[in-house]
């Protein structure tokens, strides 16, 4: 949401619904041929394409890198890497950082690229973004053009976590002359353009004839929805899509267990699957209610029971990528004697308002019977995924218990808005996250390390399991990313056999 940043997105916090359908021809409605085209099949539609104002991971996921470029990416390790920018320089009290911007870059729309878009993209966060995240960027104290190649970014104060956010949909880089209707029409510098939107079925994206890097092997890529993992399995095994882009149910591989047919690609995500307690209203605003719900919930059971094993136990809201990592699975070892002592022999009934998407329907049928075991009756209310979770849960915070994937990467800050609605409240987490954007990288990873640990011993949430990456494809489809680690599905590197 932020991907929910929350990541809402298939398999990521925050998803769209979308209508399923088939394609033809491996591309369905791509407007190029078979042979250059793909066609990706996703659960979460975007409600629209403007990801400045909307939360949810869907419109990033489609659009980053792809349509949208920033100065700086992440690539498939975790590492920033230049992309409109060349390279940058960093002044030695860490305050100000001179972009050298590629010449030569132009928007979708013909027009040029320069430090003048750095300077109004990076200004329109703080005066026209909508989302919670913008705040990461409260940092920058000043942003000017030096000349049209060199953008000089000034911060309030040191911070280790600026040029990452410039990473993210925050430091995308938007036309002077291309903002009058994101939702509809996104005008980047990316390797593709929108070519065409079928609401509640496809977004098919074109190659841009005049993208200023490596042209992409594709012609055109379809970006499929579905209601269903199941409607989707059908549609890869029949030849409607070429790509699933995140399998829903780990058990339905062994339909594509055939390598002649299929290639299966498993690698890791930032997506903390959380089980979220309102700490702002009873029953949860009770330490030791939270604590129990810790100490009642096995986690390895509900991982082999609801995700069929996949995926890793981590016990915090920070994956193993990130270098301030601590398994923190022992913190609440599974023990029902200890999670009754803790409610002291009270019994409660809240309501689990959940998203409709798979992985939230299945962990939470686990959770419920087990939180059943020591006196918590949990009533499950599937909500429509992202409209009706996002107003009731996420804006409201309308609920007892909840279920999402947070896939924004280095997302454990949302804990430190009282406002977010986790409505978690402790000012002592909040000064850790503040000494760690300003210090050292080693008082960095030292704070953020206190940070986890704080906010599990404050049971703040309980964090289910890490999200795996598991994406099946048709034999032949090459250049599919392996760890899902930033907002975005990169569709640059894809390209198809013959």
């Given amino acids: 949401m932020r991907r929910i940043g929350i990541w809402l ?42 990801f400045t104002s909307t ?23 975790g590492k920033i890497v230049p992309l409109l920018a060349e ?13 050298t911007l590629r010449k030569g870059v132009k928007f979708s729309s013909g027009a040029p690229f320069t430090a003048d878009d750095v300077v109004f993209s990076l200004d329109r966060v703080k005066t026209d973004w909508k989302l919670k995240i913008k705040s990461q960027l409260d940092v920058i104290d000043d942003v000017e053009k030096k000349d049209d190649s060199t953008a000089v970014v000034t911060l309030k104060r040191p911070s280790n976590g600026f040029l990452y956010a410039m990473a993210t949909r925050l430091g995308a880089m938007f036309s002077r002359t291309g903002v009058d209707d994101l939702a509809n029409k996104p005008v980047g510098t990316g390797p593709y353009v929108l070519g065409a939107w079928r609401r509640g079925d496809s977004i098919r994206l074109d190659a841009n004839p005049s993208y200023w890097g490596t042209k992409p092997a594709l012609s055109s890529i379809t970006l499929k929805y579905f209601k269903d993992a199941t409607a989707m399995n059908n549609a890869l095994l029949t030849g409607g899509i070429d790509v699933i882009s995140s399998v829903q149910a780990p058990e339905s591989l062994q339909q594509f267990a055939d390598p002649n047919r299929f290639e299966t690609v498993e690698g890791t995500t930032n997506g903390e699957v959380v089980l979220s307690m309102n700490n702002g209203r009873p029953p949860f605003d009770d330490k030791k209610v939270r604590q129990a719900v810790r100490h009642a919930i096995d986690h390895k059971a509900l991982l082999d029971t609801a995700w069929a094993g996949r995926g890793q136990l981590i016990g915090s809201m920070v994956p193993p990528t990130d270098p301030w990592y601590e398994d923190r699975t022992g913190d609440y070892p599974y023990d029902p004697a200890k999670a009754k002592q803790l409610l002291g022999g009270k019994t409660y009934n809240v309501k689990m308002r959940i998203p409709n998407l798979p992985y939230a329907v299945s962990s939470a ?82 704070d953020l390390k206190k940070a986890a640990k704080l906010l599990s011993d404050d049971a703040a949430a309980d ?25 975005s599905f990169d569709f640059t590197a894809l390209s198809r056999q013959q």
């Fill in 55 to 77: 939360e949810g991971a869907a419109i990033p996921q489609a659009l980053l890198v792809n349509v949208y470029e920033g100065l700086v990416k992440l690539d498939q390790d």
């Fill in 87 to 99: 390279k940058w320089d960093v002044s030695d009290d860490r305050k100000t950082y001179t972009f």
């Fill in 9 to 50: 997105a298939a398999g990521g916090l925050l998803l769209a619904t979308a209508a399923c359908g088939g394609g033809g021809g491996g591309g369905g409605d791509t407007g190029g041929s078979a042979a250059q085209s793909l066609s990706v099949g996703f659960v979460a539609e975007p409600a629209n394409l403007d």
């Fill in 463 to 487: 964090f289910l399991f890490l999200f795996p990456n598991l994406i099946v494809a048709k034999k032949g489809v090459t250049g599919l990313p392996k760890n899902a680690i930033s907002e």
């Fill in 365 to 446: 049928q686990v959770v419920k019977s087990q939180l059943a075991q020591v006196g918590i009756n949990a009533e499950i209310e599937p909500l429509e995924f992202p409209a009706r979770w996002l107003d009731q849960v996420f804006t409201k915070g309308d609920y007892d218990l909840s279920i999402i994937n947070h896939v924004e990467p280095r997302d454990m800050g949302i804990f430190a808005d009282k406002s977010y609605y986790f409505r978690y409240d402790n000012p002592e987490f909040g000064k850790l996250l503040a000494s760690a954007d300003e210090g050292t990288e080693q008082q960095q990873i030292d």
